[in-house]
């Protein structure tokens, strides 16, 4: 399974950019889907994640608010709409899957859970 992002690039501090992520190859099966985020120099940290039916969403603290996680299972496409953009969120995001057709799971928000990643894509917020 391979995971294809779209989206990111640069924008000025209060806009908004909206991301997309399918997967391909083998997709018979049902797939929880997260976005994480990569700052220079930092960490790998969990963004948002969402459950197969996407009837569960989770959010990071940070981005509470201003971004929104969606699917479109029809599509087999994830999106992540960013608004309110600040120069912190600047960083490299990676889309990431797990085979899992539950309801939720305290362990999406973990780096460790998810199966498959994709390439990461660049999101710059100037100031």
């Known amino acids: 399974v391979q995971l294809q992002a779209s989206g990111g690039g640069l924008v000025q501090t209060g806009g908004s950019l909206r991301f997309s992520c399918a997967p391909s190859g083998y997709t018979g099966s049902s797939y929880a889907m997260a976005w994480f985020r990569q700052a220079p120099g930092k960490e790998r940290e969990f963004v948002s994640a969402?459950?197969?039916?996407?009837?569960?969403?989770y959010y990071a603290d940070s981005v509470k608010g201003r971004f929104t996680i969606s699917r479109d299972n029809a599509k087999n496409t994830v999106y992540l709409q960013m608004n309110s953009l600040k120069p912190e969120d600047t960083a490299a995001y990676y889309c990431?899957?797990?085979?899992?057709?539950?309801?939720?799971?305290?362990?999406?928000?973990?780096?460790?859970?998810?199966?498959?990643w994709g390439q990461g894509t660049l999101v710059t917020v100037s100031s």
């Open positions: 990431a899957a797990r085979d899992y057709s539950g309801s939720g799971s305290y362990a999406a928000r973990l780096r460790s859970w998810y199966d498959y």
């Open positions: 969402i459950s197969w039916s996407g009837g569960i969403t």
